[in-house]
């Protein structure tokens, strides 16, 4: 008899978040605590808490480069030193189930095909905007294994620096940092803006929400930071769809919600960027599972194995 479920693993480098997740892409439990040092422990820890005998196996999405030949990360900004934790083999030794890897947006995209705005699609890419932006490719109904580090292309070659070592990283000028970073600097310099009575005061206690509610609320400087993030992320999607035609284009994370400013203006900028005939067929959609596709994408990626 098929086994009914997988643990699904998604490690970031905020939270750690662990779901037992149904064959059909339900997720039946999750528990989520603040990523440790610990890593492993951790993860074994979580595991062990939603692990039975009707479980398959255990899919670990992570935020980072990853070498599927060897199962192992090779690195991760927002976790250093993860590349010398052996994940695979501490839990195989400990739970004695099949264990699958991959980059957690990758996961994430997965998990829109066989659950999300994917579903049906053959052919689409994702973009994960938050704190940093990733991507995953689905061609032909099955996952591109590859990097899909989509938040590192260069888009400006004499731009910021980015933590990555590289100049002029998407992910620099278009992510919830990138956006955080250009109010902090605004207010800093003396800026007038309604952001300085979200935060009492302290600029460093802002967050891209705020960011977010002070453009809804009217505030001009808040409105431009947004639009001007989303002109950058329009000149990523419009890199992306030129090169790869897709059915459509997933947006999801925690700016995704910014619809309204940041994405409608990244859509107005990718119309005027890419090859009219390739634009013209693409969808540019929000994401049907929000927080959860990497979840669901994991265990997903265990099922398919």
Same mark, same amino acid.
């Given at each position: 008899?098929?086994?009914?479920?997988?643990?699904?693993?998604?490690?970031?480098?905020?939270?750690?978040?662990?779901?037992?997740?149904?064959?059909?892409?339900?997720?039946?439990?999750?528990?989520?605590?603040?990523?440790?040092?610990?890593?492993?422990?951790?993860?074994?820890?979580?595991?062990?808490?939603?692990?039975?005998?009707?479980?398959?196996?255990?899919?670990?999405?992570?935020?980072?480069?990853?070498?599927?030949?060897?199962?192992?990360?090779?690195?991760?900004?927002?976790?250093?030193?993860?590349?010398?934790?052996?994940?695979?083999?501490?839990?195989?030794?400990?739970?004695?189930?099949?264990?699958?890897?991959?980059?957690?947006?990758?996961?994430?995209?997965?998990?829109?095909?066989?659950?999300?705005?994917?579903?049906?699609?053959?052919?689409?890419?994702?973009?994960?905007?938050?704190?940093?932006?990733?991507?995953?490719?689905?061609?032909?109904?099955?996952?591109?294994?590859?990097?899909?580090?989509?938040?590192?292309?260069?888009?400006?070659?004499?731009?910021?620096?980015?933590?990555?070592?590289?100049?002029?990283? &998407?992910?620099?000028?278009?992510? /919830? @940092?990138? !956006? +955080?970073?250009? $109010?902090?600097?605004? %207010?800093?310099? #003396?800026?007038?803006?309604?952001?300085?009575?979200?935060?009492?005061?302290?600029?460093?206690?802002?967050?891209?929400?705020?960011?977010?509610?002070?453009? &809804?609320?009217?505030?001009?400087? /808040? @409105?431009? !930071? +947004?639009?001007? $993030?989303?002109?950058? %992320?329009?000149? #990523?999607?419009?890199?992306?769809?030129?090169?790869?035609?897709?059915?459509?284009?997933?947006?999801?994370?925690?700016?995704?919600?910014?619809?309204?400013?940041?994405?409608?203006?990244?859509?107005?900028?990718?119309?005027?960027?890419?090859?009219?005939?390739?634009?013209?067929?693409?969808?540019?959609?929000?994401?049907?599972?929000?927080?959860?596709?990497?979840?669901?994408?994991?265990?997903?990626?265990?099922?398919?194995?």
């Amino acid at each position: 008899m098929k086994k009914k479920y997988a643990i699904a693993i998604d490690l970031g480098g905020t939270n750690l978040r662990c779901a037992l997740v149904s064959r059909e892409g339900t997720i039946i439990r999750k528990i989520k605590e603040p990523t440790s040092n610990d890593l492993l422990n951790s993860v074994l820890r979580l595991t062990g808490n939603l692990f039975s005998d009707e479980v398959l196996g255990v899919g670990l999405g992570v935020a980072g480069l990853i070498d599927r030949k060897r199962s192992r990360v090779l690195i991760s900004p927002n976790l250093p030193g993860i590349e010398h934790i052996d994940f695979i083999t501490g839990i195989h030794e400990r739970f004695n189930v099949p264990v699958h890897i991959e980059n957690d947006a990758n996961a994430a995209a997965f998990g829109e095909l066989i659950a999300g705005a994917g579903k049906g699609l053959s052919n689409f890419v994702l973009f994960t905007l938050g704190t940093v932006i990733g991507g995953g490719f689905i061609c032909n109904g099955k996952l591109l294994g590859v990097s899909a580090e989509i938040g590192h292309m260069s888009i400006d070659a004499d731009g910021e620096k980015c933590l990555c070592g590289n100049n002029g990283c &998407l992910e620099s000028y278009a992510s /919830a @940092r990138a !956006i +955080l970073s250009k $109010a902090v600097s605004f %207010l800093e310099k #003396g800026g007038e803006s309604l952001l300085k009575g979200y935060c009492g005061g302290n600029f460093y206690k802002l967050t891209s929400e705020d960011v977010y509610r002070a453009a &809804l609320d009217g505030d001009m400087p /808040a @409105r431009e !930071i +947004l639009k001007t $993030a989303g002109r950058y %992320l329009g000149v #990523g999607m419009a890199n992306i769809i030129n090169i790869m035609s897709p059915e459509a284009v997933v947006l999801t994370g925690g700016l995704a919600e910014a619809w309204d400013i940041y994405v409608q203006e990244a859509i107005k900028e990718t119309s005027r960027r890419a090859f009219r005939d390739l634009y013209d067929r693409v969808k540019i959609i929000p994401s049907t599972l929000t927080g959860d596709a990497g979840l669901i994408g994991s265990a997903g990626l265990v099922f398919n194995e």
